[in-house]
């Protein structure tokens, strides 16, 4: 038998033994490091000369992807079922709970003296989908890929995305169907060809059943000459503890084998598969945060523009009533519900090690311009809501420099005060032009009310335009993501009388698929349930 201990002995005196046996389980110490938001872990030896390909891992939480990094990582390094020995990058080992990450980690894997591999491979591992910490969990995976992509030390272009499939996934459930929609959604239309399921916990045999799965919730992913999706087998017992008796090491034998030959032809794909930019995926993934945070303010903002109409309409009706008053010059008072903003405190603050929890808020305009969901950008410019040098949301789209990050929002309260008549002059009338001034009070009310109207109607077209933007760009336009906003979008397109747009949102709504509408339905049922405010 060939002697584990000349073959890596290196590698060997730089892990740890975690169980002996057969096979005997070492953990690799492979070098750490953060790179702003980044875990890059790094193994093996940089060859200048080989080209490198960049995978991307994404599904379900559970559905394997540890194992499956692992795995590529032996089959690198030429390990083999008859060297009874297995190497972990991942750390197994560690409890649920400990291991239990929102990090997004890149293993840079630069190959060994085997050279089984004509180039590296740098596999990008996200957290998984739809695990126990919810919903919040699934944008903060989405908010990490967008600062993978946009950093400068980050990743920029991808040869695969691995949708990392189990093969008993049969049950079209719209937790399934929701996981799904969302792994999809993420990407741009150029990386369609580049995905491929990588169906684990396989017995060898055709995955029909979570083919069909794949099928149903129409995946939009490389196809084959049969029109099916491109697909890769593995299973998780390689590391297995292999008893002494025949039939076992048979068993676990084809388990090996079944492995080894799906890592054969995914990495044959890798080395045929041109590399896809990610620019489009960068765009994707904006637009959806511009789109979150567009409806998100334009929500706030409708609620400011009713207390302000019905503030205004009670000021309407008093000076109505005191008319008399006015002409005689009378003094008088009325009762109104004043709206004012104030800050409100939040959550927020260092969260882990990178990560800066709060709300992008513009001074000038009093608005919340990224909250909830903001905690990438350590400042206001990082912000994804920010462009070029102005916001995308707030009513005067200001300078970033008006914009502050910090632990608090504001919020639109109402309070009952008294005033006089020359108190509402100078609140109606200030920053009034001279010739608006000479206006009645009355036609000064209704000048401001029309103008609000006015502001609502131009974020409701600026939240239609994102809508639209996603349809030309994203792989997948009728997501889950897009599609909880529609109703809302509908609904105030239909008080404006916009009857193009109101048919253009119910034709998107109209041609989704049962996948999204599973998925939304999904959605809904998990934020009913934990009662929580995330859109």
């Known amino acids: 038998m060939f002697s584990i201990s000349s073959k890596y002995q290196d590698i060997i005196s730089r892990s740890i033994l975690i169980r002996s046996g057969s096979p005997s389980v070492y953990q690799l110490k492979p070098k750490e490091e953060k790179i702003g938001t980044l875990t890059r872990i790094t193994v093996g030896k940089k060859n200048l000369n080989k080209t490198n390909r960049t995978i991307l891992l994404v599904g379900e939480s559970g559905a394997g992807k540890s194992t499956l990094i692992n795995s590529m990582v032996n089959y690198t390094m030429g390990v083999k079922f008859k060297d009874e020995i297995w190497f972990q990058i991942t750390e197994d080992d560690k409890s649920q709970s400990e291991s239990q990450t929102s990090d997004v980690i890149v293993y840079q894997i630069f190959g060994f003296e085997g050279k089984i591999l004509p180039y590296s491979l740098t596999i990008i591992d996200t957290p ?15 908010q990490r890929l967008l600062d993978l992509f946009s950093s400068e030390d980050g990743v920029h272009e991808v040869n695969a995305v691995g949708l990392v499939v189990k093969a008993s996934d049969n049950r079209l459930s719209d937790r399934l169907m929701y996981i799904f929609n969302s792994v999809v959604s993420l990407f741009g239309k150029n990386l369609e060809k580049n995905i491929v399921a990588l169906i684990t916990h396989s017995d060898g045999r055709k995955p029909v059943n979570a083919l069909q799965a794949l099928e149903a919730a129409k995946i939009k992913c490389a196809k084959n000459e049969k029109n099916q999706p491109i697909y890769f087998l593995f299973d998780n017992q390689q590391n297995r503890q292999r008893n002494n008796d025949t039939e076992s090491k048979a068993v676990l034998k084809h388990s090996w084998d079944i ?30 945060v511009r789109l979150t945070a567009c409806i998100q303010n334009l929500e706030e903002r409708i609620k400011l523009t009713e207390l302000k109409q019905n503030e205004m309409k009670q000021t309407q009706e ?17 009762e109104v519900d004043e709206v004012y903003k104030e800050k409100e405190a939040i959550d927020g603050g260092m969260w882990g090690l990178v990560f800066y929890k709060g709300a992008v808020c513009c001074k000038v305009c009093e608005e919340n311009c990224h909250y909830p969901g903001c905690t990438l950008a350590w400042y206001p410019e990082h912000c994804e809501v920010i462009k070029g040098g102005h916001c995308t949301v707030c009513t005067n789209k200001c300078p970033v420099t008006d914009h502050v990050k910090e632990k608090w929002k504001y919020v639109t309260k109402t309070r009952k005060v008294q005033k006089t008549e020359e108190e509402m002059k100078q609140k109606f009338e200030k ?14 009310l209704e000048k401001e009310m029309n103008q609000l109207r006015t502001e609502k109607s131009q974020l409701l077209d600026e939240a239609y335009q994102h809508v639209v933007k996603l349809e030309q760009i994203a792989l997948n336009v009728d997501s889950v993501s897009t599609h909880v906003h529609l109703d809302f979008l509908i609904e105030k397109m239909k008080e404006r009388g916009d009857r193009e747009k109101v048919q253009k949102l119910e034709e998107m709504k109209n041609r989704v698929d049962e996948g999204t509408t599973a998925g939304v ?15």
Do not use: C
């Open 318 to 334: 008093a000076l109505k009533k005191h008319q008399e008053e006015m002409k005689n010059n009378e003094t008088f008072t009325v």
């Open 259 to 288: 492995s080894k030959d799906g890592m054969f032809h995914f990495t044959s794909f890798l080395e045929r598969s041109a590399p896809q930019k990610v620019e489009k995926t960068v765009d994707v993934l904006n637009e959806r």
């Open 521 to 535: 339905q999904y959605v809904w049922g998990k934020l009913m349930g934990i009662g929580k405010n995330v859109k």
């Open 128 to 142: 998984g989908y739809g695990d126990t910490r919810g919903i919040e969990l699934d944008l903060i995976i989405r």
């Open 431 to 444: 920053n009034k032009s001279e010739s608006e001034k000479k206006l009645s009070l009355l036609e000064n």
